[in-house]
């Protein structure tokens, strides 16, 4: 079992940035594919960027070159730095693991362990 505690959401205005963590606990990183994903009322759960227990990373191409994805195995904590925030940013942050064996990156069923979300609110 993995908990995940989600942190640094809040109200930002346009071209802003934020810092969003993720905290593990129950179990460390190792071995686990992390992700971040977002949802607004009435939408589906949309992907936002991962990261694998190597390193490697993955984007969605709405938030590439905006948004970088990070990690601390040594704290068990998954970071995702947005800048150049747009308004349809907006959404709930969820972040997300998935242990072996591995789905795709960019799909939500793909992850066995959600936490509870961030509220992440960019003005226009």
């Known amino acids: 079992q993995v908990q995940l505690v989600e942190s640094g959401g809040g109200l930002v205005q346009s071209g802003g940035s934020l810092r969003l963590s993720c905290a593990a606990s129950?179990?460390?990183?190792?071995?686990?594919?992390m992700g971040w994903f977002r949802q607004t009322p009435g939408k589906e759960r949309e992907f936002v960027a991962a990261?694998?227990?190597?390193?490697?990373?993955s984007y969605s191409d709405s938030v590439r070159g905006r948004f970088t994805i990070s990690k601390d195995n040594v704290k068990d904590t998954m970071y995702l730095q947005m800048n150049g925030l747009k308004p349809e940013d907006t959404g709930t942050y969820y972040c997300a693991a998935d242990p072996p064996p591995f789905g795709y990156v960019s799909l939500a069923g793909s992850y066995d362990y959600w936490g509870q979300g961030t509220l992440v609110t960019v003005s226009p």
């Open positions: 129950g179990r460390t990183f190792t071995g686990l594919t």
């Open positions: 990261v694998t227990w190597g390193g490697g990373t």
